[in-house]
């Protein structure tokens, strides 16, 4: 049984939580949180104490779900401590910060996971997995739409590093999934959501177009809000064909009436529920990694290479021009 | 070129003499209604003569449209003039009529085609097709949808020879076209649509079962009301898989909104639209089979065995019964 | 903390004790099974002992997961030890046993719920809540296609029941749980899939027809093998338009190719993948009515009708004729 | 009637010719081809006489449909005749030369039409028409993929002008059908179809990012070859929600099997069949807006605007830079 002491009792802390206390080889070594409430209550739903922080970099995993800020100290704290780190992304909103939190890391020589949930959502994984069995050849123009149900509170804005660091870190880190390391990047920004969010000096709605180092194009757009749920679809065209994953209802209902037919319900919202197998998914396969010694799908170098490009998008974006990328 | 003369130039005879015009390989040789003005103008249409009765059954092959009971006279009259004929559906609705007709007609050996339109329906043709191909295996389960947007006038149904032999034919001869002879039907009927089809002594809701000699069972359900428009579909299982054709709207579009995603146009009304290209089909299969003097897939017994079967329905609706059917 | 004792450690046995286990207001009280090695890997797994049967009838409640012979024998027990049960379909094979058992059950006033597991399907729940709702108005034609992804072993035929009792008996259960009393029952039976079931005494291929008591008609088909998994789907049509529910894939992923386009995985496959979220909504119904003291929406009439149903479709297949049912 | 001369007996000629043909109120002037034989050919089928180009320009109205080279010239010796036009897209390869053709068209003050026949697409137009009816409110993310079967002969892509000046420029004018004038241009070029493409000077993929004058961003993508048939998809994303319009199969046929369920048709293949209904329609809109003098929905002024977005694609191919557009 892996011991998984967990920091934050927020709502991905939650998650995690509780796939670790249903997950058959871990279990949840404690929780921590300044909120002692949310902290008590989550863990009594774990059947785990409340630790401290000093107690939870004793165990022998640690499953960071605080906010940001603190995620580059506390790797370093598990790095010191000699444990698995399973961390919540983003590791940094400043890449100088990431890269000296991934020297440390390297030199303890740590395990660590990063949390890009979306690599284990069951039909994104299918698509990278058909793509690199051959299924469409070699991928030519990939497609990532990714919309929010509404957008965050301003003063979550306000602190979120934008919605390049905040938002699209997901779509760049699927990009990368599917295509590999990326060497171009062009990026469009708007505010058309919300006036406050221009305010806040960041924008609601932008479309990225990359350039693969195997030559693949990719588009990714974003919306701060989506009248009909959580969108997130994805689509990888090659030689032989398409792959293409969509999103998920609730239920397969279809309804036809005298002014339409087949229509179906709006899609699961928000990532609490789209994301439900991918959190799950994550955690056995962070476990499986630190039982085996093999290293995660998504380690501290996809953490940096993410955050790279979301600082390319925003260099493009004032610009104008193409940003090359070089690897980190 | 084929010249054909048409006998209608109501709804269904229109449709036939376009097509007829615009065939390169035939011409409509004359128009003949007693409605003389639907007649003028239709021929003008197809650059045509109005012409008699008499001039239609001196022409090289007639096309009837005109009213039910006038086909079977009719045929028997281009059977003695040694035309090919191309008869709308049904050819009468007494099973006893159609078959002293069916004795003229191959004493004349005359090549005679029977207007089951949904037989050259592209997406119908193609699930036979790649049954006979033997994509799904034996056929096990058929299941064939088909309501009507809304029912007919009260004079027509009266006149009708009832639902079964009216509109449950056609579907009657889709089951003998996808799994070919019926050796059982049972019938269930009701009037859930319009009380006054009752009072015509008719029904306006039907589900049939069947099975056919090589053991595979048909479901066929029926309403002569549809808020959605023309329903129209099949679905065939067996051993290794399932064919299901489905509909046809107006456009492709799917819209997502805010209580909805994906709702397409409701389905094309009625089948004028629906079987634009199974009628033209029909008109090259006829061309066809008279210039290579093969017969049709829709020939005089496809009229005489579905007019049997909704025979069998009405029976068994009045008995309660499974009906045996043998072969004509 | 509802405190229920779990007869039967085999497959459903399992994924109830699971689901009590998750519920925040349940818990397991142990596991009882003749299976001893079975009955302690599911007792760890759940955190509960392994019980006797008569600490089972001790509990606070309990859920009979044990082969259908034993069903009607642990519900006396359960009614005389005043618990509340929640018992796997069928109750019996015998409509007679199921009658006595219930003047049993009737005069203990116990609480007492059926398996009916699709009747918590979140599509099929949702169909039925539109309904009830009045999105299509007054319903006319209800399908259900029910097809197994393979037959079960030759041993279990011969002791089901038969395909009816075995299989349709959710169908007929379905019926009712969307068009309410049934009055008339028409059915065809065939061996498609296999000749030993037929040695073995019973169908493997079926349709049925059925007419409600407020008018509308139902079919059902049945197979019990299925080329592309666990087909479950129903259609509900009425005057203002149609509802249907569909299969479930592991993932939305389309592929499109040389050959085709949107190609989509095989459904899930078996009862346990597709009906996942309806044994753990199940669970919950049963807790919750228990805690209010409400009836359960499956309760023993349920499972009586269901059987009936399947009686009067057995007697249909034996005479040719419609049978009709009064109500129990 | 409005007779129409006919210059090109090519493919799109053909197309042309036909429509007008079976146009009610219009009718074929005569065919004009240096190929006599294409021309003879196409005048039999449309009962019209082979003429010269000099009876071609003395009809009521005429139709261009020879080499892309011939078309501004053409256009003028119409305006000098005072002819109605329609010329399909492009005017030409040079905006320079557009220009001055335009001046001359403004002057002689003649109705012109170009083929951008996309705009008749039933779906393409529903899109629109919802969109401007504001079902989605303001338009915020489009997204049009274009993907031919595959490459055209080398010696065509050579004269062809490049992928943006002659496939793109079909997405250019879909784009400012959608959302209006574009004010940002900027795009991604490559060679992953191949090779001889890039050698003969041209790209053979590519994805285009615009930002319209209402704050829409659009993205484009195209390829050269698609392995699945003729894709051409649009989506529009808004406040309240998303349209999408989608491919057509010839069949509705989906197949479901031990690998797959749901697989459809691969997508008509190409042009002529995939916009059969768009080309009859833009055939009747010239005649409408010829018999109404009325301005057609694709005049002179979207082949320029077009043709303008095609000149800053390539000019941010060449720079990496975004293109600012001014209004032509």
Redesign the interface.
Known sequence: MLKIAVIGAGRIGRIHAHNIA?H?GATVAGIVDPDTAAAERLAA?CAAPVISLDQAFAAEAVLIGSPTPTHADYIERAAAAGQAVFCEKPIHLSAERVRTCLETVRRAGIPLMIGFNRRFD??FK??RD?MAAG??G?P??V?I?S?DPGPPPIAYVKVSGGLFRDMTIHDFDMARYLVGDIV?V?A?G?N??DPAIRDAGDID???V?M?AAN???V?I?N?R?????Y?QRIEA?G?????????????????????????????LNFFIQRYQEAYAAEVEHFVACVREKAPPIAGFAEGLEALRLADAALESLRT???VRVHKG
Chains 1, 2, 3, 4 share one sequence.
Not at 225 to 229: F, I, L, N, Q
Not at 244 to 262: D, L
């Open positions: 249903a058959a739903e069951p039909s299918a698509v058909r299924e469409i070699k030519e123009l497609l739409s919309r171009e062009q469009f708007g058309l959501v709605t932008a479309m177009t350039r030559g693949a194009m588009h757009n919306s809000r989506c009248a009909y749920g969108d065209f030689e032989h064909g398409m792959l293409q994953a969509g999103n998920r209802m609730a239920t397969t209902v279809e309804a036809s009436g005298g002014k339409q037919t087949g229509a179906k319900d709006v899609v104008g021009q193409i």
